[in-house]
């Protein structure tokens, strides 16, 4: 799941393990694995939950585990520790609940090759066993995580998640003390609004519909090491549905409704990853109600990065490697619509990367456009002189060395990004300075957004151009 080195969200309060914590019900990965025990389909019997890492938060090539166990039923949920990426999920059962205790477990790294974990618990509580493919084979020993301490402050998150490995969904959360505020919200449908309690120590949450005290939210929020932010299930007319949380899942934006009549919905595409294969996580806008939707969709969703074929059985960063992307509408008007593009990725190393992209859909013609290839390379100078006093007004007598920059040079030319905002009902073209795409040659951990007017910049667009019509 999404870690990505500076760009991390506020910590959450550290949680760990509950002796006695909520049900986790069956996952869907069962259905193309060997057959293991089934619970019941909404059994409202406890499940214990058991946490698992190698070695120290910062071993790169250590194991995280998550283990939820109902009687002879276990459902695992592994991957790399101090990275990040969708964790593999795994389910089977107890083959001998003597001590020391036995287990199977089994899931599909694509669609031919079978993921099996045989392990073993012993008397002290630390878990050991082996991790296979058809080619590949790791061993992995594990420690129960230790309980850290609590905190009381109050504090707000946004989840996201799996239902059953296949519904993916937003938990925004807000907590003060025990109680908590929790809003489930999918593609296409309306919030639902639980509220309950969270335990500080253990990280157990249980929480309902208050309307509807049957449509339940139960489950461990896990803090401290790792990136295994909490697994659960949803009671929801009738039936229990597993589900995985996680901080770095992108946020599913509103409908933007635009002047004549269109609108922009939010599109998800989501691709779990497996051995040395990209988890994609990925939120894209749809224009609907415009002439040219056709090629405008096809010319946004090519936005987003093409999908990773899945199939290596190297198990060394297992379920480590992700990529996901979201969008906010930063201005429109009834001929276009501006698009900021969040993305963040991990492809190995010791950290991720993230970074934001603008463009600008013209709902008349269907073409995506990004302004600063719009405007012709001999205005760049004059461009960039009005960029360096936008930044430095309100810094009398400093140049842009003082504020982080390695020269006096605002560096805008072809390659940098720019966007149109709406702020207070006014226009403006955004810069945009980022420090994983400069900071190897411009700056040191600079991050901007200097800002000039509509009327100071429409002179930079040719007439044609989708600038022109942005800023006329």
Known sequence: MALFGACRAPAVPPQARSETTPAILHSAVAATAPSAPVPPTAADTPTSFEIYTSKEADDLEGWRLVLARRGTWVRLELKSNGTSGAPVELEGSITSDAKPTKLEAHARTSKATPLNFSGVIEPSGKLH???????????????????PNGSEETWKNDF??????????????VQKGDRTLATLSRLGEKPTTFEGSLERQSGRFELQEPKQPEHRLRGILLGGPGDVDGIGELFHDGLAQPFSLDRFYPTYPPVVELPNGARVVPVERFQRGFPDCPAADDVFPRVEGVAAALPLNRALEKTISPLTECGNDNLSFLGSLWSGSTYTVTASSARWVGFAFDWNSYMG?????????????????????????????????????????????GEPGKSLVDLGFYADDAHVDATREMCVVKDHGALFLEVVYQNDMDEAGLFHFVKLRPRLAAAVVRRFFPPGSVGAAVFQ
């Open 160 to 173: 996201g998640g799996t239902l059953d490995n296949t519904h993916r969904f937003r938990l925004g959360w």
């Open 349 to 393: 190393g010791a950290h991720g990367s993230f970074g934001l992209s603008c463009a600008v859909a013209d709902t008349q013609s269907g073409k995506v456009v990004h302004l600063n290839e719009e405007i012709a390379p001999a205005s760049f100078p004059k461009l960039s002189a009005l960029v360096r006093q936008a930044i430095l007004r």
């Open 129 to 147: 066993g082996v991790l296979s493919t058809s080619s590949a084979r790791e061993l992995i020993e594990l420690r129960p995580l230790p309980l």
